[in-house]
């Protein structure tokens, strides 16, 4: 079964600080998704990318996806407290519509 | 807002006894998939539901069901409730197959 490792696991930083959230699969990724969760509460999906080499922003979240590292990385750049959450990787399988998630990246940022 | 409602938002059940977690999705949505999460955890993947019919399952024992109806809604039910049910129960409704909405989902309590 694939399994997703992210990394790091939890991170504090300073508001206006950029940061990067890594995510390996340990099989070949066919769809990478990012959601974002609050505590306790429901997913908001950020990106979604298929293609190796593709990169996709949303106001100051990139995404990109390396296929042949079977990793993704998610950058923030110019972090505000709003960006403060809990980020998941999720990854469908060839021909399959079951998403699996990393445990997640807990961030955290000071004003 | 997704636009995926869940109900109840939370709710506290005794170790032995059954319950039923409710999910509405978007019209059109005819896909439906739900979602264990435990504390400190990513989602795992319970089911998922294609036309009120299942077409996949995780790795969950028999007395976790469900079912989906022609309005868009479905349901989950878990019979013989154990302590590690506990958890946060996230619905996640598609129109294509491919992108998911989840719902903010249903904080389980088994005591």
């Known amino acids: 079964s694939q399994e997703l490792e992210q990394s790091p696991q939890s991170l504090i930083v300073q508001e206006g600080k950029n940061l990067t959230i890594n995510c390996t699969s340990s099989?070949?990724?066919?769809?990478l998704y990012w959601y974002k969760q609050k505590y306790g509460e429901g997913l908001i999906f950020l990106m979604m990318?298929?293609?190796?080499?593709e990169e996709k922003s949303h106001e100051k979240i990139t995404a990109k996806l390396d296929e042949k590292k079977q990793q993704s990385s998610l950058h923030i750049t110019a972090s505000q407290p709003s960006h403060a959450g809990i980020y998941l990787c999720?990854?469908?399988?060839?021909?399959?519509?079951?998403?699996?998630f990393g445990k997640g990246t807990k961030l955290s940022v000071i004003p | 807002e997704t636009g995926v409602t869940q109900s109840p938002t939370h709710l506290i059940k005794t170790r032995g006894q059954q319950v039923t977690l409710r999910c509405s999705s978007q019209?059109?949505?005819?896909?439906v998939s739900w979602y264990q999460q435990a504390l400190g955890q990513g989602p795992q993947f319970i089911f998922q539901?294609?036309?009120?019919?299942?077409?996949g399952r995780g790795n969950f024992p028999p007395r976790f069901s469900g079912l989906q109806f022609p309005n868009y809604s479905s349901e989950l039910n878990v019979n013989a409730l154990e302590l590690d049910d506990s958890a946060l129960y996230l619905c996640?409704?598609?129109?294509?197959?491919?992108?998911?909405?989840f719902g903010p989902g249903t904080r389980l309590t088994v005591t």
């Open positions: 996640a409704s598609s129109l294509s197959g491919v992108e998911y909405d």
């Open positions: 019209s059109g949505h005819n896909t």
């Open positions: 999720g990854a469908s399988g060839a021909g399959s519509y079951q998403l699996t």
């Open positions: 539901y294609y036309r009120e019919e299942e077409n």
């Open positions: 099989k070949t990724l066919y769809g």
């Open positions: 990318l298929q293609k190796g080499g």
